[in-house]
């Protein structure tokens, strides 16, 4: 029990707690466009999968032959970011371990799991945890994996998703290519899947060909999928009535226009959903979701940010500031008025090195956290072509730059106690 010095303090708290519980009703009884608002949650594995019959089927088709007692051959699934890779494979997945033979399929998400010896440590740990003790080698892990595939012969298929970001990807490979010339019995399989096309390149020739004995892409989905899509998931999330064929057809536009992403789509209806319930309105219309985009793109803009290394931030906290100073390069130029000559980009990064109290980096670095930048469509940068300065890169920032400017001096300036 908590004692209290005055009669007061307690009064206050008496009271505190009356308002606490009236609020918790009030919340609860408020009003929700919502009827099940995880249907429309990024987790949730629908039933139905519109659009992706084609390639549900193909992957049931690989993993197959392990159902019937022989190795399958490894796949490679690629597609842009939000075309349903993960959920049809988890799909299939549940889909295979409920036919319950002599088989097995497992998820790693390898951002998670991002090197050899954790992927197998994640193995061990699902099929025989009492062998999953840390502090246990490579090659310890390995048997204990071999030994449990072995002892009565199963097909094992491992889904690799986002198998880019392996660290030491071209060892997983080989070990588990090898492992089939060391297993007496059953065999294991890899299923990689991701959404960079380039990281192909990084591989060593073998893990390439091993890793791609088919392959199959995932195209982005048109703006007529997406409203199939969206109405599906709408149904499933939303009350009878809440969400105006517009609204669907809206967001679907937007979406198809920009990546074909159904994810980003999917978070735009929710957060549709959030406006109407905020400003009460009951309905989720055009208007609902053209602030549910600003709203998102706020959220994508802040969380690219905050997961950048603190000299990408700087840089970008530079950059912005000499975008909204004006750069000296917009004064005299005719075209590219949005631009500023990287070495105006290299000093406002400098500047803002020194009033956030951090070293400067050579300006080899710079450029390098500007690559990076781009690739993330932070930033972009173009050649000035023939100028009376020479010729000269020029950059320019992709966001708001006030706002950027605020979330960096958010993340990095001391924070007052
Ligand atoms: N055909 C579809 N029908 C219903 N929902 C879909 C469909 N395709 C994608 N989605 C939804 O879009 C979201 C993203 O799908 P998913 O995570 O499978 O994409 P991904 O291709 O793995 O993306 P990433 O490359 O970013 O990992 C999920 O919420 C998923 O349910
Ligand atoms: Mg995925």
Same mark, same amino acid.
């Given at each position: 029990m908590f004692s209290c010095k005055t009669s007061s303090c307690c009064f206050q708290r008496f009271v505190r707690a009356i308002l606490l519980v009236n609020s918790f009703n009030d919340i609860l009884a408020e009003a929700t466009v &919502? =009827?099940?608002? !995880?249907?429309? +949650?990024? @987790?949730f594995i629908p039933e139905s999968f519109p659009h992706r019959e084609k390639e549900i089927e193909a992957i049931m088709r690989s993993v197959s032959p392990a159902l019937k007692g022989e190795r399958p051959r490894n796949l490679f699934v690629y597609g842009k970011t939000g075309t349903g890779k993960t959920t049809c494979a988890k799909k299939v997945m549940n889909e295979f371990n409920a036919m319950k033979r002599k088989a097995a399929m497992a998820y790693m998400n390898c951002r998670i799991y991002n090197s050899r010896y954790r992927i197998l440590f994640r193995l061990v740990s699902e &099929?025989?945890? $009492? @062998?999953?003790?840390?502090? &246990?080698g490579l090659s310890f892990l390995y048997e204990k994996l071999l030994d449990w595939i072995e002892a009565d012969g199963k097909n094992v298929v491992i889904i690799l998703d986002e198998?880019?970001?392996? =660290? !030491?990807l071209d060892n997983l490979v080989y070990t588990f290519t090898r492992s089939n010339d060391d297993l007496k019995g059953g065999s294991l399989s890899m299923l990689g899947i991701s959404n960079?096309? +380039? &990281?192909? !390149?990084?591989?060593?020739p073998r893990s390439k060909s091993a890793l791609y004995e088919s392959e199959l892409v995932f195209p982005p989905y048109n703006t007529q999928q997406l409203q199939t899509i969206l109405a599906h998931r709408a149904k499933q999330g939303? +009350? $009878?009535?809440?969400?105006?064929e517009s609204a669907v057809n809206l967001a679907a536009a937007i979406v198809s226009q920009e990546t074909g992403d159904a994810r980003y789509a999917l978070k735009l209806l929710q957060k549709a959903g959030d406006v109407a319930n905020d400003t009460k309105t009951g309905r989720v219309t055009d208007r609902e979701v053209e602030a549910a985009r600003k709203i998102v793109d706020e959220d994508i803009a802040v969380e690219a940010i905050s997961t950048l290394p603190e000299h990408q931030q700087l840089v970008l906290y530079g950059v912005s500031g000499v975008s909204l100073s004006g750069s000296k390069y917009s004064r005299l130029a $005719? *075209? *590219? =008025?949005?631009f500023m000559l990287m070495g105006e980009a290299y000093d406002a990064y400098r500047e803002s090195c020194s009033k956030f109290a951090r070293q400067a980096r050579s300006s080899r670095w710079f450029k390098e956290y500007l690559n990076e930048l781009q690739l993330l469509g932070l930033v972009s940068t173009t050649d000035s072509g023939k100028g009376v300065r020479g010729r000269s890169t020029l950059v320019k920032i992709n966001y708001p730059p006030t706002r950027v400017k605020e979330i960096v001096d958010h993340l990095l300036a001391p924070s007052v106690e």
């Open positions: &919502f =009827k099940n608002k !995880d249907a429309l +949650s990024p @987790h &099929f025989v945890p $009492e @062998h999953a003790k840390t502090g &246990f198998i880019d970001t392996v =660290k !030491d960079k096309i +380039s &990281f192909k !390149d990084r591989l060593d939303f +009350s $009878e009535g809440v969400v105006a $005719e *075209n *590219n =008025k949005d």
